[in-house]
Each structure stands twice: as structure tokens, then as C-alpha cells.
């Protein structure tokens, strides 16, 4: 039963257009999501996240929306960067566990010359 | 600078071995994880630990067991490798979840191992 859920498995955008990456997620105890950065052959790196409480953190050329009504959130990138070509996961955590966070499975995102 | 080392970047062992993952994170961290990540499956969570002797399962922990004697030091061990533990696994660290910190997990590099 896949709780976090990134329906797109690649996207391909030009270098300094916007890149929309989308995350579905079914729990409704989850109330704390964060976004991942992974290069090839390096751990994921932590991006950017958000409370449930709030619908919108902005941080440098990072954004993530959530909406949560329709359980779901999303990761902008503008302007995009050759530099941000990796595989980016979004994680939830459940407000009933201790520290586990739930994972996607992954965008593989490539900004192109 | 948060640290979380995983002892080797690649492992090759035979189906049947004991194989041994180790990771060591050196800011004091009461939360330690264990995960393995497999193309369109994403990262699971096999086994996590939120102090020094605790363990608790994660979503897929047939196969392995863990081992915590020491808060920095958190080991993964595949009884018996099987050719279906082919992955790459990844170790992460936190704090112990308070309304004051973001639970953000820092990652090691991951270590690939392959059973032959």
C-alpha cells in the first residue's frame, strides 16, 4: 500500500524554465512533508518541507505547495539549473509515529542546455 | 556538519553469507535507519532504532536484523544474503521527534551490495 505516491517517474525541463514536481499522499495523520534531493551514488540530501498547518515555504529558488484537501503537494523549482538534475523524493511523517518518515518513489528530474 | 558514514560504498557477497552493513553518525542522534532503495519502489524502511538496544521493525524487515550496542553505531545484518537483497541500502540519522525539531533524517552515501 504506497501512502506517499510521485506518479511521474521522469521530467525533463529546460535550463531555467520552471520544474513542477508532484507528491500524493493517502494518510491523512501525516502532518509533515519534506522533499529530498539524490544525486547518483550519493545519499539523499534534505531540500525544503512543510507543516500541514500552513499551505505554501519558500525557500531561495524552492518551493513546495500543499494542499490539503486534495492530499497533495508539489516542489517548484525556479529558475531551474543543470545543477538540479537528480532524483527527488517526497516523505511524509505520520503525526500517531515517532520519527519514521514514509518515502516516494521518486522523480528523476533532468534540466536540460 | 552532520556525518552519517556506512562502512563500504560497494559489497559483493554469495548467496548464503552473513553480511554485515555498519553505520556511524556522529551528532548524537537518538534515531538511527535503515533503508534499502530499489529502482520505482522508492526508499523502504527495513529496520529502525530510537535508542541505544531499541529496535523496531519497518515496512520490510524479512531477512535482516539489527544491532544497536552503542548510541552512534547502528549495523544491518543479512543472515543469510539472497540474491533479492540486491540493492542499495541506506543508513540515516535524527533527533528524537519533539514539537522543536523538523525530524529531518541525514543520509550516509549508501552502500550497493550485490549477492551473487
Known amino acids: 500500500d504506497q501512502q506517499v505516491k510521485q506518479n511521474s517517474p521522469s521530467l525533463s525541463v529546460q535550463e531555467g524554465r520552471i520544474s513542477i514536481l508532484n507528491c500524493d499522499y493517502t494518510?491523512?495523520?501525516?502532518?509533515?512533508f519534506l522533499w529530498y534531493k539524490k544525486y547518483p551514488a550519493e545519499g539523499p540530501t534534505f531540500l525544503i518541507s512543510?507543516?500541514?498547518?500552513?499551505d505554501k515555504n519558500e525557500d531561495g529558488r524552492f518551493t513546495v505547495f500543499l494542499n490539503k484537501s486534495a492530499k497533495h503537494l508539489s516542489l517548484h523549482i525556479v529558475p531551474s539549473q543543470p545543477g538540479d538534475s537528480a532524483v527527488y523524493f517526497c516523505?511524509?511523517?505520520?503525526?500517531?509515529?515517532?520519527?519514521?518518515?514514509?518515502f516516494g518513489t521518486g522523480t528523476r528530474l533532468q534540466v536540460t542546455l | 556538519d552532520v556525518k552519517v558514514t556506512q562502512s563500504s560504498r560497494y559489497l559483493v557477497k554469495r548467496t548464503g553469507e552473513k553480511v554485515f552493513l555498519e553505520c556511524v553518525q556522529d551528532m548524537d542522534h537518538e534515531n538511527m535507519f535503515w533503508y534499502r532503495q530499489d529502482p520505482g519502489l522508492g526508499l523502504r524502511l527495513i529496520y529502525f532504532s530510537y535508542d541505544v538496544k531499541m529496535k523496531e521493525k519497518g515496512d520490510i524487515p524479512e531477512g535482516y536484523s539489527v544491532s544497536r550496542e552503542k548510541k552512534e553505531r547502528f549495523s544491518l545484518i543479512l543472515e543469510s544474503a539472497s540474491t533479492n537483497q540486491t540493492s542499495m541500502y541506506l543508513c540515516a540519522s535524527s533527533f528524537l521527534r519533539t514539537s522543536f525539531t523538523k525530524n529531518i533524517q541525514y543520509f550516509g552515501a549508501g552502500t550497493r551490495l550485490s549477492v551473487l
Open positions: 516523505a511524509a511523517r505520520n503525526t500517531g509515529t515517532a520519527s519514521k518518515l514514509t
Open positions: 494518510n491523512s495523520m501525516f502532518d509533515y
Open positions: 512543510i507543516s500541514s498547518i500552513k
